[in-house]
């Protein structure tokens, strides 16, 4: 990578985190001329501050509200859509996951708002299974020091805004009390600045616990690391930025390395306050949807697009001759190009995917590494999407269901067995057929086998009428000697027995051995 995203990798941690505090400081800074804006003083003033648009800034005209507003058909459809996944939530999220982002990047109406950003993010899942939590945190006094420090930030958060405009009204009272229970909640990360306008576009959609379990969700789920007081995830998403910068539009990526602007000059207000301080609010509020559905890539996107706008062409380079004018001009951007619909068509379009942002954070971490042995951040705690935090919540139910929003039942559900519907006529009679085929093709088989039997029991039956029995066993003479007499010897007169009568018969010799070999 260049010299300069990594310049602020090579300076040493307290050298990083001066850096990233000037550089929010200084974002903040351009906002405090309007401070003076959040009292009573405007409800008694000139009559453009008493009116307010749609979304309860003062000082809008009733004709602006029209503008940009797709048909009231239209909004009442999209409001029943909404209506009808939102009552099946789960079931939604499991099966049909692909359009509830599809509806998240077209906008969620404004009356679901506060129904669905709980839902998504999974705010709504963690109130339930904390019941009574947020009372407690709520009660809790809190640590002094976070609280002197919040108190100097509320009159910051949105001045304009009619919730927020007297420091005893609701609003500043409940930013107050949602701010200071994430302190108790985690007092390790205590508070930091960028919290105050994310709380505050929270609470102007839903009551304060609601509120704070979303912003709970979104710094430990989608952005875990950005508020903490080392902000090491911020660093390297600065580096992860500009590496996807240079791949996206090459051209703003050579002018900002050639003016050494690194990307924590202006990128830490972006994402540390999901852009609620730099975009008109109709356009953050489209950025919201779509980020609490998509997560952290669509705040890359959002950047990219930015800087595409303000620094792609070679006409916008012309007047950028140093480090101040090319921030100037990032922040300068005409409103023309930051309306809603076509601002965020050129998000979604985009090549910036879930897999690219990972992959560049594993890169991009091993080069911090490097120089800075004790980074300690790990990007696979970050969660991509809604879906992951859906899956994670519903694992983590079904591994403590005690502590779930659904707890296991103490009685025996009975099963119900519902027959099937008998198939209709031509399928019964297909169904006639196979089985009568499937019949004969069995009696075939077994005939097949009793015939086979019969071969094989006639066989033996012939075989065995076939075989001799068996004959007389010569004896055995070998090497055996036996006494043998010889027969005597007869004259031929006797032989023939002519008058004479025979006599007894004479030995004419010695009986001898005899031996068979």
């Known amino acids: 990578m260049a010299s300069g995203p990594m310049s602020s990798a090579d300076s040493s941690s307290h050298s990083t985190l001066e850096e990233l505090s000037d550089a929010f400081d200084s974002a903040l800074g351009r906002h405090d001329d309007s401070s003076s804006l959040g009292s009573d003083s405007e409800l008694n003033g000139a009559a453009p501050y008493r009116q307010t648009d749609r979304y309860g800034f003062l000082g809008a005209s009733g004709a602006q509200d029209g503008l940009g507003q797709p048909p009231v058909e239209l909004i009442w459809h999209r409001e029943a859509r909404w209506l009808e996944m939102t009552s099946h939530w789960e079931k939604a999220m499991a099966r049909r996951y692909k359009k509830v982002k599809v509806l998240c990047r077209k906008g969620i109406p404004s009356s679901m708002r506060a129904r669905c950003w709980p839902l998504l993010c999974g705010g709504q899942a963690s109130m339930d299974r904390n019941h009574g939590k947020y009372k407690e945190l709520e009660q809790s006094p809190g640590d002094p020091q976070w609280l002197e420090t919040i108190e100097k930030d509320i009159h910051r958060q949105f001045p304009f805004h009619e919730m927020f405009l007297s420091p005893e009204g609701h609003g500043q009272r409940g930013l107050m009390q949602l701010l200071k229970a994430y302190t108790v909640y985690r007092p390790r990360e205590g508070y930091c600045q960028a919290q105050g306008p994310v709380a505050a576009v929270l609470l102007m959609h839903m009551p304060a616990e609601q509120a704070f379990w979303c912003l709970v969700q979104i710094s430990e789920r989608y952005l875990p690391g950005y508020y903490s007081p080392e902000m090491e995830a911020v660093l390297l998403d600065g580096e992860v930025f500009v590496a996807l910068l240079r791949r996206v539009c090459p051209k703003a990526y050579k002018h900002l390395q050639k003016h050494s602007v690194g990307p924590l000059l202006y990128v830490t207000e972006w994402f540390l306050c999901l852009y609620s301080r730099t975009l008109p609010f109709p356009t953050v509020l489209r950025i919201w949807d779509a980020f609490l559905s998509e997560g952290v890539k669509v705040l890359f996107r959002v950047g990219l697009v930015l800087v595409r706008l303000a620094l792609g062409s070679s006409e916008n380079l012309r007047d950028c001759t140093g480090i101040v004018e090319t921030l100037e001009k990032l ?187």
């Open 331 to 517: 922040r300068s951007i005409p409103a023309r190009l930051l309306q809603e619909d076509m601002f965020m068509a050129e998000v979604h379009n985009v090549a910036v995917s879930d897999r690219d942002v990972e992959r560049e954070c594993r890169t991009q971490l091993a080069k911090l590494r490097k120089v800075r042995p004790d980074f300690g951040y790990r990007p696979e705690q970050r969660l991509p999407n809604a879906k992951a935090i859906f899956d994670t919540q519903q694992l983590e139910d079904a591994q403590q269901p005690g502590k779930g929003r659904h707890p296991a039942p103490t009685f025996l559900i009975p099963e119900i067995v519902v027959d099937p519907p008998p198939p209709p006529p031509k399928e019964q009679r297909r169904m006639e057929r196979e089985r009568l085929k499937e019949q004969r093709r069995q009696e075939k088989e077994q005939r097949r086998q009793e015939q086979e039997w019969r071969r094989q029991e006639e066989a033996a039956e012939k075989q065995a009428r076939k075989k001799k029995p068996p004959g007389r066993k010569k004896p055995d003479t070998r090497g055996k000697t036996f006494h043998v007499a010889q027969r005597p010897m007869l004259s031929l007169a006797q032989e023939s027995g002519e008058g004479e009568e025979p006599g007894p018969a004479k030995r004419n010799s010695a009986p001898y051995l005899e031996t068979y070999f």
